[in-house]
């Protein structure tokens, strides 16, 4: 069963193996053209030439050739600037790894 929306074709995969309902058991996947990958492809990239100067230097996140490492490695270079002339340096470390999976999610 294939339904076309927005010029995409949508394929429902069933989630559970037999399928029980049809409104909760089946996952809406989407299909896009290769022509709409492509295009998607050079707006993205013209769209980021133009924003990208305007966005924060220390932003490490969900851009090209930079990563959690550039982000350690600017992050303690702040601290050690800032100890080696002499300031103090205060950090909190928090521990996301399981918050998402206390939120109940059931709440309907």
Sequence with gaps: MIF???GA????ITKLNPLRSIETDL????????????????VGRWFL????????????GAL?????????VSILHQWCSTL??????RAAFVD??????RVDH???
């Design 4 to 6: 076309r929306s927005c």
């Design 9 to 12: 074709e949508v394929i429902p």
């Design 84 to 89: 080696d002339a002499g300031g103090s340096v």
């Design 27 to 42: 996952c809406p996947i989407l299909l896009l053209p290769t022509l709409a990958k492509v295009f998607e492809s050079i």
């Design 96 to 101: 996301f790894a399981k918050a998402f999976d």
């Design 64 to 72: 090209r050739c930079r990563s959690t490492i550039h982000a350690l």
């Design 106 to 108: 059931n709440f309907g």
């Design 49 to 60: 030439d133009i924003i990208l100067p305007t966005i924060d230097p220390n932003r490490f």
